[in-house]
Each structure stands twice: as structure tokens, then as C-alpha cells.
């Protein structure tokens, strides 16, 4: 593949040269060419987690959308209220494609947009007596909802409403736990915040608060798992599979009762490390639940992951585990053989929210690709630092990407596949280069899982090889022929 | 292997399959859920007349509106101008929603930048994060303007975007002469069409003011023979084209005065420009001189239009989307009275030909009882639409506001439409109201067929109704938006789309003995 550590040294060096110098500065502590050293002791120099510059593309988005469109709006029996201006529910409506089972309007409420839709008397006023009539009204016209969430939005946090205090008293009035969550756009640096404290309002007001008739030795929990084109139930169906039973699907078609059950677990599974390590630490510490992190991406990963869940339970559910991969394998087997040879050495840049440019590596490799360049929009330290182990030698490791960033590393890299999103899929589409949208699958899916694995390598050969990219008339080649010819 | 033998299957398929079903099946016990008959006397119950008056009578809570915010719309109109970057002024999540929904639309990029403001930007303020911000756009992104909008963060915290600016050239990050233009555009107030018109009006009164130029309208020179044209907040890539055909044929100078059509269709040729076609920058000072304005989105476009008529002094002509026949009959005739030109012939014959075709299909669409959802200007467009074809609209549902022009507020607008047909005796128009009592109206009193965007699909299922895409945002269908519905080709497109849902739905409910060839 010819990756090499200096000419892509030399390379990210003259994609920064276009920066001010301030932003420069900044930037450049946001990349890092893999090397031994920190492949081998996972450091990472890479700085993370802080703000991006101003007036650069930044694929970033806001704590609103990490609390409202990842963590909260898939619970899918409690309405969640977009507090504030019209915009922000609009926007996260039905958008993240989280699959959920019911009837939506009557016990599902996810694909809706609930909202304050503040006009200025409520930012001169303040919202807080509406919110309380809108409460009311939630009951009247949802009536099986089972709890209300109260997402606030930017000018909610800067006009000092006390939705804590509203929802307080709400709750007591229509007996039924209602959440504020203090998720407003300005907070933090991305997405991450928003995660941290929807997580926090989950610990804070539901968690604990039902029991679970029985339990059992082998009762886990999905955590981190949002059910994009139904990714949860085909991991899920694994898991039982081998004989495990899940009792909590956090958040992809959850529900009130599992979040409020989930304490009774005997372990928790968590796929999004990012979004929801909060909480796996918590009942960790809170009530001595051991946590493990998972990677059902890929056949590879998924025996491991499967076989290090088993590992820790009892010899029945290590004899099941082992009969389910061997039943697998085979059709996994003839997966690869079909869609490798397609793929071989293709190069891949992925930049995705904050697990899948880690955790799908291992499914690109099992189809034989190689990722040459890796970022995430909104990642931790502690997420490259496990991501450098997975990467070559000469990768080049990237946070917060700016869009001008994304696209000089493609044409220069001369990359055979991107994966990123919507933002990013049409300026590739115009480039000419293979896309595929990986924080919605696309409109696919699922990708996670056995079943999922079939759908992502036919997804990435469909992509790869449509000979529309063919069609594609790139400068130069535009140049007329001579006649005759 | 072949694929078959994979056994791959997409996602409708594959959680049909009955371990899947078992699955969510036992995934119940944990769900606690409500019980399968307490599921369906609720569905029921939000089915009846009496759910509908409780939903009518809501004060508060807001359910599946059918408008975004004005910040939306300032983004689009910033990509109507040549080499011009939208600049976001505000927290990033802001931007990054503007710029997924408006690509989720049209399928293209949309280059936006944002301040980046975070908690540090509530307490001091955003002029920081605005310097920095144009220093790092302009390096970056070589725009040849930038054009500014706020936030409703910015709006609360009352960021003074004329000072920043001007900070920002003292400190010579952008120099004197660099065209910085601007809106405000708090979210809690009007919404995506409200904003286009505060970027317009924003775009067009910036130019014209640095420019030294007096208007002079109609006086004869370089410009005074234009005419300029303004679409407003289009969802149509496609009617900008139709509309330069329209003004083509008549032979007329023209102007068009924010045009995001390169933008949001451009070629894929193996090179990514940030930027694509749009007005000139120079032509818009020089529009001040031309002989008159004529704008396809009177409620839309309400602040630039008084800007035109006031501070240029320019005659305006303010129409809504030119829909049907007659409403491109007005367009056509409106443009002659303003340029002195005649109705070309080949409209006159095109108009023919689709005149003809509407003959053709009128016994499906005659008394249809139609539904619609969409902004002002469309809905008006619709309503004409429909009357003149025999359809009769019956539920007509205006999320955002009751916009004024010229002291005549659309709902009378429309109103007053509606009763001088026959066709149009059954109509309500709501104003203010959501999708949520759109599926109250579409349950109780049911129509032949619904009219709006792809946020209308839900309330149109439940309702089982069949649903013509048409508007803003169409999501899930693709390439809509590159054919146009205004004028007579445009008319042609709609009546197409209409006709043959009705004659799909007639396929899909006669399938036995008068399941026919030939209609």
C-alpha cells in the first residue's frame, strides 16, 4: 500500500500551509502520523476534545444533538420535548434513522418532533410556565407516553429558565418521571458533552427506579447501541443466541422500563465507548456491575468480541458461543470470498463521529481494504489511544477534520473509498470518489453483527465498484480527442 | 456464491424473518409496554372527533411543525451569490444542522462555516470567535464575500455583528474593502422564509450601499433596461431554469437576484469547487438602476420587497409561486406590462399543449378532495392550481405564520381565493398549525389525496392517503427538485405527478375485474 511515515509527515505539513497562523498552530496538534512508538505503547499526541476554530468546516455538531438525536430521542416510549427556537427538533427529526419498534404517536415517539417553539415573548418572559402547559397537553394528546424529557436548547440555558424546577413539580403532578436535561448547543466543544449529560439526567432521574420480576446469572445490557437501520437487534440476536439475555437496549428502540431495570445486570456490553462510558463506570461503581467493551463490526471482531463476552460466563455459554461462530463462520467464509477479491487493497479514509472510525477497521480488513487515514469529529484521548493500535504504520490520525482537510488528504492519498457523512457525501460524489455514509449506513443497514456483516460488505463493494465513478469526466480527460481516433 | 445464495437481505426483509420476530416478541417483558389493547384504544381514540378538538384546542406544545428557522434560509440565500460563503454567527451545531438538512434536500454539498461559540462566547461574547472566524474562512475558502447570520445564541447574548465587523478590518484581518454582508436572524423569531428574505434584503442593500451608486430606475443605462427577478426560498433548482427560459423567450434583459441553482446543481466532474454560478456580485448595485423588480414569493420576500420599492424607488411586482395555468397566465403577463414586451408565441403554444394535457387527465383530478402543507407562496400557487383543474382543496395547513404583504395577510389571501371558486367552498386554512392536527383533519375528514413535503408522509400514511411530494424539504424521494413546477412546463410536471398517483392508486385498489389496460 506504500504508506510511509515521512511522506505523510510531509504531507499533512503542506495541507496545514493554507491555515493563519493561529489556526494553524492549532491544527496541527490535531494530527499524527502513526509510528511505531505509538502504535506499540497507544499513545497519542493527537489533541482532542477541545474547541474547534472558528470559520473552519468543522463536521462538528452540538451537546443537543449528542443528548436530543444520540442518547434520548430512541427511547421510544417517552416524548422527548425540544425546548426552544423551532430549529433544532427539525433538524434531528427522524434524521439518525434509529429503528424502533410501536406505533408512532401513540406508544412510539421517536420519528416526532415535539417542541416549545419559542418565539421571542418566551425569550423575554422566560419559557417556563409554557413548558409546564406543554407537559400538560403531552398527557392529553400522548396519553400510553410513558415519560417526557426535556431537551433544552441554546437560549433556554442563556435566559435562565429553571426547567429543573418545572419538571420537578410536573413530575409529581402527572406521576410520571420527567427529565430535564441541560443539553444546550453552546456547551462543550461537539456532540460529546451532550452525551455526558444526557447520561448524567439518565443516572440522575431514572436509573434504579424499577425492578426486574427475576433475575438471572446471565442477564446483560446493550449499552451504546442506537439501533441505526437496526444494528441493536441484530447484535442482540447474538447475544441470545448464545444464551444470554438481554434485559436492556440502551438507547436504539429502548424503553423507560430498561433503563430502569438495567441495574439488575449481571454485565454490561457497551458498543459506543464514546457516548455512553458515563454510565458503564457509574454502575460499575454504583452497584459493582463489570463492564466490557465490544466490536461487532466484521467477522473478526465479532468472534473476538463474542468469545471475550463468553469468557466471562460459565462453560455452557463458552460451549454455545463456539457452536454459534462455527455456524457462522462458513456463510461469514463466503462472504469474504465473494467481496474480497472486489476490494483487495483499496485505500479508506474514515471520519466518523467518535467509535466507528476505530471500530469499523477490523471489517474494512476482513474485506481486505486498507484504512490509510482515520479521524473522528468528537473523540476522547482515550479513543485514539485505542485506535493507534489497530492502525499501519503511515496512517494518518486526524480529530476534528475540517472539510477543506478531508478533501486534500483524498486527492493526495488518492483514496479509493471515504467514509463519512451526509455533510461530506456529496463534495466526494462531486470529486468522483466512492462514499458511503457510515453515520447512517447510508440508508442501509445493519452493518453490526453477522447479519450486519453481509449488508456492509455488499454496501462497500456496491460502492466501490459501480461503474458510475467511470462516468465520472475528471479535468484532463476532458481534453478533446484528435479526430479519427 | 452469488448474492442470492448469500442469502443477503436489506433491512424490511431481514426483520421480518421469524427470529426476528421472536425477538421483539420477547423483548417485550422488559419494555414494560402498554398492553396490545390499551395500543389500540389509543390509536382509536387519537383517531375520533373527539381527540381532534382536544388537538385543536392545544395552546402550547408544538407536534411535527412544518417550518425550520430563519438562519435556514439566510444559507440559502447567502448561495445565491457568486463566490459567497454563508458564515454562521452562533453555536456550530447550528451550522452542521443547516448544512445535513439542506444536503438531505437537494443532494449536494452546502459549504457553511460557523463561530464556533461556546460557553466562554455566552459570557464575553462572540467577537473573538468572529475575527478569528473570518481570518480562517476567507485562507480557507477563498470566498470572494461572506455573508453573516446569526443565531439565537448570538441574538440573546446581543452580539453586535456591525461592530465586530468593523473590528475585525481595524485589526486587518479582512481588509476595507472586503465585502462582509449581514443579517440577524434569531430562530425564535418567523422562520426559514423569514430569514431568506433578512439575507436578501441583507446581500442586496450592503452592495448597493458601498457602491456609491444612486438608483436611477429605468434610466437607460447599462442596467436600466433589466429586470430583475427573485425567487425566493426555492426549493426548485429546476425553476430557475424554467423561470431563464420564460425570460428567454420574451427576450427581456434580466437579472436574477439570488441564485442558488449552480449551487445546489452542479456537476460532478471530478473537482470540488466550493462554489458554483450565483448572482454577480458587481450586478447587484447596478439592479438598483434596472427597470423594475419582479418577485415570485411576495410573503417570503416581504423586507427586500420594501427595500426594492422604497429605497430603490423601483416599481416591484410581487406575485407567488407562478403554479397552474393561470398563475403562470399572471407571470406571463406580468412580465410583458414590465418590459413592454409581448407574450412570446412559444409560451403561447407551450401553454396550449399543456392546457391540452390537463384536458386529458381532468376526469381523475375532478373533484378530488385534496389536502395541502407548505410555506405561503407555494400554498397559494397550489390552491390556484388545484381550482383550475377541478380538484378541491379541503385541509390547508401553514405552519409558519400569517405573513402580511402589502396589509393582506395570507390566510385572507387564500381565503378569498377559495371562495371565488366552486371548487373551493370546503376549504379551511389553518395558519399556525402543525402536521399533528393535519393528521386529526386527514382521519376525520378524509381527501383523495395529500399535497406537501416529505414531513407530511406520517400523518399521510396514518390517514392512508396518497402523498405528492411538493415543497420543502422532499427527503425521500430523489431529483424532484430538478423539475420544475412553476410556469407551463412546470404545470405539466405537477398535473403528471397528481395524475398518475391517482391512476397508481387506482391500479392498487382495483385488482380484479376493472384492474384495466387502457385509462
Known amino acids: 500500500m506504500g504508506l510511509s511515515i515521512e511522506e505523510n509527515q510531509k504531507l499533512v505539513e503542506e495541507i496545514l500551509e493554507a491555515y493563519p497562523k493561529k489556526a494553524r498552530k492549532d491544527r496541527e496538534k490535531h494530527f499524527q502520523v502513526a509510528d511505531e512508538k505509538a502504535i506499540d505503547c497507544s499513545t497519542c499526541a493527537v489533541k482532542s476534545n477541545i474547541k474547534s476554530r472558528p470559520g473552519v468546516m468543522t463536521p462538528r455538531g452540538c451537546a443537543y444533538a449528542g443528548s436530543k438525536g444520540v442518547v434520548w430521542g430512541p427511547i421510544k416510549d417517552m416524548v422527548h420535548i425540544s425546548h426552544g427556537p423551532v430549529g433544532c427538533g427539525q433538524y434531528s427529526w427522524g434524521s439518525r434513522r434509529n429503528f424502533a419498534n410501536g406505533t408512532l404517536g401513540i406508544d412510539n415517539f421517536t420519528a416526532m418532533q415535539i417542541t416549545s417553539d419559542f418565539q421571542e415573548t418566551d425569550i423575554v418572559f422566560g419559557g417556563d410556565k409554557k413548558l409546564a402547559v406543554i407537559m400538560r397537553e403531552i398527557t392529553e394528546m400522548f396519553p400510553l407516553a410513558k415519560g417526557i424529557s426535556v431537551q433544552s436548547e441554546c437560549p433556554v440555558g442563556l435566559i435562565g429558565d429553571d426547567i429543573e424546577a418545572v419538571s420537578k413539580k410536573m413530575s409529581k403532578e402527572l406521576a410520571m418521571p420527567i427529565v430535564p436535561v441541560r443539553c444546550e448547543g453552546f456547551r462543550g466543544v461537539s456532540q460529546s458533552l451532550g452525551h455526558h449529560i444526557a447520561n448524567d439526567a439518565i443516572r440522575d432521574f431514572v436509573m434504579g427506579r424499577a425492578e426486574l420480576a427475576e433475575t438471572g446469572p446471565y442477564d446483560v445490557n446493550i449499552i451504546g447501541d442506537y439501533n441505526i437501520g437496526g444494528d441493536a437487534w441484530a447484535s442482540r440476536i447474538l447475544l441470545e443466541e448464545m444464551g444470554l439475555r438481554v434485559i436492556a437496549q440502551w438507547s436504539g428502540d429502548g424503553s423507560l422500563n430498561e433503563l430502569e431495570v438495567a441495574h439488575k445486570a449481571k454485565l454490561n456490553l457497551i458498543h459506543c465507548h464514546r457516548s455512553m462510558n458515563y454510565m458503564v463506570d457509574h454502575m460499575e461503581k454504583a452497584y459493582g456491575i463489570p463492564w466490557l467493551e465490544y466490536n461487532f463490526f466484521g467477522p473478526t471482531k465479532t468472534y473476538e468480541s463474542l468469545r471475550a463476552i463468553a469468557a466471562l460466563f460459565d462453560a455452557t455459554i463458552q460451549e454455545n458461543c463456539e457452536q454459534m461462530i462455527a455456524r457462522y463462520k462458513p456463510v461469514m467464509d463466503a462472504v469474504i470470498r465473494k467481496y474480497r477479491p472486489r476490494l483487495e487493497n483499496k485505500t479508506v479514509m474514515l471520519m466518523i463521529g467518535g467509535l466507528r472510525s476505530r471500530h469499523t477497521i477490523g471489517a474494512y480488513e476482513d474485506l481486505g481494504m486498507d484504512i490509510v487515514a482515520s479521524g473522528y469529529e468528537f473523540a476522547h484521548k482515550d479513543d485514539y489511544e485505542k485506535m493507534l493500535p489497530m492502525l499501519a504504520e503511515g496512517t494518518i490520525v486526524m480529530d476534528d477534520p475540517t472539510a477543506y482537510e478531508l478533501e486534500e488528504i483524498t486527492k493526495k492519498m488518492n483514496i479509493d473509498l471515504v467514509g463519512s457523512g451526509v455533510k461530506e457525501k456529496y463534495v466526494y460524489h462531486k470529486m468522483g470518489v466512492p462514499f458511503r455514509q457510515m453515520h447512517s449506513w447510508d440508508y442501509s443497514g445493519p452493518y453490526h453483527g453477522f447479519d450486519g456483516f453481509k449488508v456492509f460488505a455488499k454496501d462497500m463493494d456496491m460502492t466501490v465498484n459501480s461503474p458510475i465513478w467511470d462516468l465520472v469526466s475528471r479535468r484532463g480527460t476532458m481534453e478533446p480527442k484528435e479526430a479519427g481516433v | ?519
Open chain 2, 1 to 519: 456464491m452469488s448474492r442470492d445464495e448469500l442469502n443477503i437481505k436489506d433491512n424490511t426483509s431481514l426483520f421480518k424473518e421469524e427470529r426476528y420476530v421472536q425477538q421483539r416478541e420477547n423483548k417485550k417483558q422488559f419494555e414494560a409496554p402498554c398492553s396490545e389493547q390499551e395500543t389500540a384504544e389509543a390509536l382509536a381514540y387519537s383517531k375520533s372527533a373527539e381527540y381532534m378538538e382536544k388537538n385543536f384546542s392545544r395552546q402550547n406544545v408544538v407536534i411535527n411543525p412544518h417550518k425550520a428557522c430563519q438562519p435556514l434560509g439566510s444559507v440559502m440565500a447567502a448561495l445565491g451569490f457568486e463566490k459567497t460563503l454563508p458564515f454562521v454567527h452562533g453555536s456550530q451545531g447550528c451550522n452542521a444542522y443547516f448544512r445535513s438538512h439542506l444536503s438531505r434536500h437537494f443532494k449536494e454539498p452546502t459549504p457553511s462555516v460557523s463561530t464556533s461559540m461556546t460557553e466562554d462566547a455566552a459570557v464575553f461574547g462572540g467577537m473573538n470567535n468572529l475575527i478569528d472566524g473570518l481570518e480562517n474562512s476567507v485562507a480557507l475558502y477563498k470566498p470572494e464575500m461572506v455573508a453573516i447570520c446569526t443565531t439565537c445564541m448570538a441574538e440573546v447574548i446581543g452580539d453586535d455583528l456591525n461592530s465586530f465587523i468593523g473590528n475585525a478590518r481595524i485589526k486587518g484581518v479582512i481588509s476595507e474593502e472586503y465585502p462582509v454582508a449581514y443579517c440577524n436572524t434569531p430562530s425564535f423569531v418567523g422562520s426559514h422564509i423569514t430569514g431568506y428574505d433578512a439575507m436578501i434584503k441583507g446581500i442586496l442593500s450592503y452592495l448597493y450601499t458601498r457602491s456609491g451608486i444612486e438608483s436611477k430606475p429605468g434610466s437607460g443605462e447599462e442596467s436600466g433596461e433589466k429586470l430583475n427577478v427573485m425567487l425566493g426560498f426555492e426549493p426548485y433548482t429546476g425553476n430557475f431554469a424554467e423561470l431563464r427560459k420564460i425570460l428567454g423567450a420574451f427576450d427581456t434583459k434580466y437579472t436574477i437576484l439570488g441564485d442558488h441553482s449552480g449551487n445546489y446543481d452542479s456537476p460532478a466532474t471530478g473537482e470540488y469547487e466550493y462554489y458554483y454560478g450565483g448572482t454577480k456580485l458587481a450586478d447587484v448595485p447596478q439592479a438598483a438602476n434596472a427597470l423594475a423588480t419582479l418577485s415570485l414569493q411576495k410573503y417570503t420576500l416581504k423586507k427586500t420587497q420594501e427595500y426594492i420599492s422604497g429605497t430603490w424607488n423601483q416599481k416591484l411586482a410581487a406575485l407567488s409561486t407562478p403554479l397552474g395555468i393561470k398563475g403562470t397566465d399572471t407571470l406571463l403577463a406580468t412580465i410583458s406590462e414590465l418590459t413592454g414586451l409581448p407574450v412570446p408565441a412559444m409560451l403561447t403554444e407551450e401553454r396550449g399543449r399543456v392546457v391540452d394535457a390537463l384536458m386529458d387527465s381532468h376526469p381523475y383530478l375532478h373533484g378530488k378532495r385534496v389536502a395541502l402543507v407548505g410555506d405561503p407562496d407555494l400554498l397559494i400557487g397550489l390552491i390556484g392550481f388545484c381550482l383550475e383543474t377541478g380538484m378541491e382543496p379541503v385541509h390547508i395547513i401553514c405552519s409558519n405564520g400569517d405573513v402580511d404583504f402589502n396589509e393582506v395577510k395570507f390566510k385572507d389571501e387564500a381565503e378569498a381565493l377559495l371562495a371565488a371558486s366552486p371548487y373551493g367552498t370546503e376549504a379551511t386554512v389553518h395558519v399556525g398549525k402543525d402536521l399533528w392536527h393535519m393528521r386529526s383533519l386527514l382521519l376525520n375528514d378524509k381527501v383523495d389525496l395529500a399535497i406537501g413535503s416529505s414531513h407530511l408522509k406520517f400523518a399521510a400514511k396514518d390517514a392512508e392517503v396518497p402523498l405528492v411530494r411538493v415543497g420543502f424539504p422532499i427527503f425521500d424521494r430523489h431529483h424532484m427538485h430538478r423539475y420544475p413546477i412553476i410556469g407551463y412546463q412546470g404545470t405539466l410536471n405537477l398535473l403528471s405527478l397528481i395524475v398518475n398517483t391517482i391512476l397508481q392508486q387506482l391500479d392498487d385498489h382495483n385488482s380484479g375485474f376493472n384492474f384495466e389496460l387502457v385509462r
